[in-house]
């Protein structure tokens, strides 16, 4: 089956700067793909271009199979959600979500009647003569994707539309979308520097780092199998330790950091002896305990004391400072309640497996 | 606190009614009241609308009130269509430094009196000036051309004076329409055309409004142009209020005539906010 | 239509060329103007009899110039006094009123707001009479009454004066209202917090904030009374402003001298207008 979307080679160079480079992917239909980076990493060059509002410098974008470079905005078969939503201030909800049909030249009676059907499949019935500034946050934000899914486009692309809203509202939007693209089953391209709407959202995500993509898969493949460290240090939180190769077997090394700890980690790439690597491991990868024993399975044990707090709710962590080499290391409260009373000083075993500790040649990212 | 505070208030607000009593409201009214005031000997007045019926029975001061009307709207109409394209273009079509220039290069010819504005034009459109001269080098014309002393000149002479005071407000709106909302007007299948009537315009007409307001006061009560550009019988119904006054000394009617001009002014202004739903807050404040 | 949307090549020439068209149009009549003020003849027009100084500097009839014509001079200076008087005036009731309006909330507010944006849209010639007729009144009054001659209730200075001070003050309030309107009102509660009494605290935080829009005003102000017409034309008395002057000699006829003085007019404004964009800049 040909892909909705499929990019090949894309690049687009500013003057002198390489906003995007040599990018290609493809977004099978009916999915939901992300492109996850820190601003000014190409994305919205990206979807731009895919929109039509940028010309790549080379390669192409096809749609459904066919390339789309020579085709106008105006004329392309997808639509896009802006980031500030750019619904039309001068008409009300009804003509916001009528216009593209219009330009299609579409019956008027045809296309009340699909205004009302899309208003009342995101759960909007009724809203049609208000002005768009009577409304939510939540509620424009759904206005401004039915006036694209009303066009049944090929690909509806976001640029980070829930940047604009507070944190509860976005919690809720980050649900709603994912049930509006199931309902709607088309094929969205998102944008977003917050790796929480990428993860909870997407099927496919990539990330995207100085015009590249570093990696692409489902949010597990980044969370738990990062192939380079950037994606490691972006996707969710890590303790990263700089540290020396002190033995290899296989694809194990055994290494000392620079704060003096000893562990096993997982090497990514083939890593010789006395090699310079960057190791990160995450606070919620390492198991905490009262007693060494609890720990035999893990590849990596430390004994060492609580020295400091950090309470954050679902959120907490501790710091645990080793007996052995004073090196610290992050790592997350359990929330059954074994743990609720730790204090500062309380001395602690923590461990962790060799698999759980990634490890990339240092310099990287 | 309270007494400090309310004392501010006074002191503040003493200054505005001042100006608003003293120099507007009462001489408006001062005008009315000698424009209803009828002579019938030496020193001896009644109240009548004697004036008014002078200027409604004699058909030049009619004729005269009337063509000023409407070339001011004719004069408001032309810099609306003459302004937007380029408001548009400084606004919208391009950026940075050379957005910020050419936005100085309009305002720059109004730094000059409108006298010099109206010479200018003379210079150039005269029997001896220089596009009469020019036409006549190049072969267009075989004798001089005179093109000043009509209705055409004074338009050219008026929408001249009045375009920054469109340009301004037109840039003004146009810059705050947001290039995503124009650039979803594409992305939604919209056309040049149908992207500039339903968003572009529509967005725009605070500013339209207010320019043309601005444009159609300053036509309706410009002297200079009229008197300097037009011809002998192109009369202009603020040359009939200055002759009054100041030739013939008949206050009573000039006030009258002094009366219709602002009559006119604020019923077509209010004409045209009930119109477009604005108000005069809105546009000028 | 913007940069970021293809546009055909044929509108986007057709578009630049009629912007550059409305600019040959704007600046046109400037330019002839300046350029005539060189021409070694009587009338400022073709042909081109050769470059002079004299409508500048000239001190033999028939080529006076304006350094040596004591009634333009003369006119320079009043419409100078003229403008410095209403620029003034018109600040000091302008910045008044933006507190007013900004600072306090009481009944009659939006009707007052109205009536203090009116004056925009009365045309000057009607302002100038309003106010010529009022004035006669008073002064016929104060004749009758207590047998006062009040020359100052003439046509004259004073009256051109309050004439032009009646719209310019409107444009004055705007202007300083936009930039009180952006100031945060934390910052004077600050001060207050620190020590300062209330008009302390105006002086030493809120006027230093609201200057740029002070002296922009102030400019504005001089500028449009310097170039004022209408209103001035049914005010005017013995001492004519420039603009009076220079339309009284217009009527008679032009000469280059007009040129001359009109090329400084421009060269002031100019000179204005950059200290202007200077000192906003620099604030």
Known sequence: MTPDLECTDLTRRFGETLAVDDVSFSVPAGSFFSILGPSGCGKTTIMRMIAGFLEPTSGDIQIKGRSVLDVPPNKRPVNMVFQHLALFPMMNVEANIGYGLRRAGMAKPEISRKVDEVLERIGLPGVGKRKVDELSGGQRQRIAIARCMVLEPDVLLLDEPLGALDLKLRERMKIELKALQAEFDTTFVYITHDQSEALVMSDRIAVMNKGKFEQVGTGQDLYFRPQTPFVASFVGDSNRWRGTVERTSGSTVELRTETGLTMRAAAKSPQAKGATVDIFVRPEAIRLAHDDADLAQFDNRIFGRVSSLLFNGAASRILVESYESGGEVEVTLPQSGEFSDLKRGVPVHIGWTAENANCFAAGEG | MAASARLGFILLLLPLLLWLTLLIIIPHIDMLLLSLRERVGVGEYQTSIANYATIATEPLYMRTFMRTAVMSVLATAITLLIAFPVSYYIAKMVRGRARSALFLLCLIPFWVSELVRTFGWMILLRETGVISQFLQWTGIVSGPVEMLYNDAAIMVGLVYTSMLFMVVPLVTTLDSLDDAVIEAGYDLGGSGWSVMREIVIPHAVPGIVSGCIVVFMLSLGNYLTPTMLGGKDSLWFTEMIYSQFIVRFNWELGAAFGFMLLFLSSFIIWIVLRLTGQTLERTMG | ?283
């Not at chain 3, 001298?257 to 009109?262: E, H, K, M, P, Q």
């Open chain 3, 1 to 283: 239509m913007i940069p970021t949307i293809p546009t055909p090549r044929a509108l986007t020439v057709i578009w630049t060329s009629y912007v550059v068209l409305f600019f040959v149009y704007l600046t046109l009549p400037l330019a002839v103007v300046a350029v005539f003020a060189f021409n070694d003849s009587q009338f400022p027009s073709l042909p081109w009899q050769g470059f002079t100084l004299d409508w500048f500097f000239g001190s033999a009839a028939p080529k006076i110039g304006v350094f040596h014509e004591q009634a333009i001079l003369g006119a320079i200076g009043t419409s100078a006094f003229v403008g410095v008087c209403v620029a003034a005036l018109s600040v000091a009731v302008g910045t008044s009123n933006a507190f007013l309006f900004n600072r306090y909330k009481f009944r009659g507010r939006g009707l007052l707001y109205i009536l203090m944006l009116l004056p925009l849209v009365v045309p000057g010639i009607v302002l100038g009479i309003s106010i010529l007729v009022f004035s006669s009144t008073m002064a016929n009054q104060l004749w009758d009454v207590a047998k006062i001659d009040s020359a100052f209730l003439r046509p004259g200075l004073g009256l051109v004066i309050l004439g032009q001070f009646s719209f310019i003050t409107t444009i004055a309030t705007l202007v300083i209202s936009a930039r009180l309107q952006k100031f945060d009102t934390s910052l004077e509660e600050a001060a207050l917090n620190l020590g300062a009494s209330r008009l302390t605290a105006v002086r030493t935080i809120t006027i230093p904030f609201l200057m740029p829009a002070i002296v922009g005003a102030a400019v504005v102000a001089f500028l449009m009374s310097f170039e004022n017409f209408n209103t001035t034309l049914m005010l005017v008395g013995s001492d004519a402003p420039l603009t009076i002057a220079m339309f009284d000699r217009l009527k008679e006829g032009s000469t280059p001298l007009l040129n001359a003085v009109s090329l400084l007019l421009m060269l002031g404004s100019f000179v204005l207008a950059l200290i202007l964009i200077a000192f906003q800049k620099r604030s």
